[in-house]
């Protein structure tokens, strides 16, 4: 999949934060669809609603969940100079270690961060906030390393690298990573100790979609329907609930942006319209998605009155950051 270069710079950060914000809307669908634990379900009072072309995405009906609106405050809180504090200094804004602290909650509003930091030669930098920003909440690795996932894609998307090539991408980020957990004194031994999961599962995924050297096409199985799909996403879970989990929320949504093109609506089916934590899943696939096509192909029901619409598009302020370049 390769970056339209139809499409404006700038317009893909403002799709990206925009779409984001969208994806989170018509996953969440008003706690009704995050909950539903059933794909066929939802694709069906889809249908019956007209579908997805039909969807106003507006208030109250459609509004966007808490996914969002951490998302737009770290990407506020990016723009305005908090990005300026220095990961990994003493103290500060540590908390414990937390075993059960291993939910999608830092991977969903990480995106931004790679809108930020998209040159290579920020890697270090996206390694460091992404990971301190994440275990604000969430520490342990299964749960900021989710953000490191959802950075380092956004960043991929940016860069224009192929998607087949991401995952891999991701493994050879994860030593460098737990180069920095190391160095960074903040409970090292528990942090190591639980390391290896986010790995494994990672590298289990990218063999069964053949993607283990980095090399496509991705390889789907034969049968991959909505109700196919709510079976195989809880193989990629931590505990049966897919997409909720650091490690599994990015997950579905790079099997999404695989499987679906330049396809809006196949996006939606497969990131945002399944049984399992269907708007995290979908504010990190759409925001990637904008990234990459822009607002192409995008009922403008969708997102044209999305709430907080207004400072979605605030994030020309990231795009200057990243670029160097003054508003006009």
Not at 95 to 122: E, K, Q, V, W
Request: with cysteine; net charge negative.
């Amino acid at each position: 999949m390769e970056v339209s270069p139809q499409v404006p710079p700038k317009e893909r950060y403002h799709a990206a934060m925009v779409l984001s914000g969208a994806g989170d809307a018509l996953g969440y669908r008003n706690q009704r669809w995050e909950y539903c634990t059933s794909g066929p379900q939802i694709h069906q009072e889809l249908q019956e609603m007209g579908g997805l072309g039909k969807v106003r995405a507006i208030l109250p009906d459609w509004p966007v969940s808490d996914d969002t609106v951490l998302h737009l405050a770290t990407a506020e809180a990016l723009a305005t100079g908090t990005s300026q504090l220095h990961p990994g200094e003493p103290e500060g804004y540590h908390i414990p270690f937390n075993p059960n602290a291993t939910g999608c909650g830092a991977a969903m509003r990480s995106m931004c961060i790679g809108l930020r930091y998209p040159h290579p030669s920020d890697l270090s930098t996206l390694i460091q906030v992404s990971i301190e920003s994440g275990r604000m909440t969430h520490h342990h690795p299964t749960g900021y390393l989710g953000a490191l996932a959802s950075a380092l894609f956004t960043s991929y998307a940016v860069q224009g690298l192929p998607l087949e090539r991401w995952g891999v991408g991701l493994l050879k980020t994860l030593p460098l990573a737990l180069d920095y957990i190391q160095g960074a004194a903040a409970e090292k031994d528990p942090n190591v100790g639980a390391w290896g999961y986010f790995q494994e599962k990672w590298e289990w995924y990218l063999s069964e979609r053949g993607l283990a050297d980095g090399q496509g096409p991705a390889q789907f199985p034969p049968a991959y329907s909505p109700a196919d799909r709510d079976v195989i996403y809880k193989t990629f879970s931590l505990d049966g609930w897919a997409g909720r989990s650091g490690h599994d929320a990015p997950m579905i949504a790079y099997d999404a942006l695989l499987g679906a093109g330049d396809k809006w609506d196949e996006l939606c089916s497969r990131a945002m319209f399944h049984g399992g934590d269907s708007d995290s899943t979908g504010v990190i696939a759409a925001c990637c998605w904008g990234l990459i096509h822009g607002f192409k192909g995008v009922p403008e029901g969708n997102h044209a009155e999305l709430e907080y619409r207004d400072r979605m598009i605030a994030a020309d302020s990231l795009y200057h950051l990243a670029w160097g370049q003054m508003p006009l």
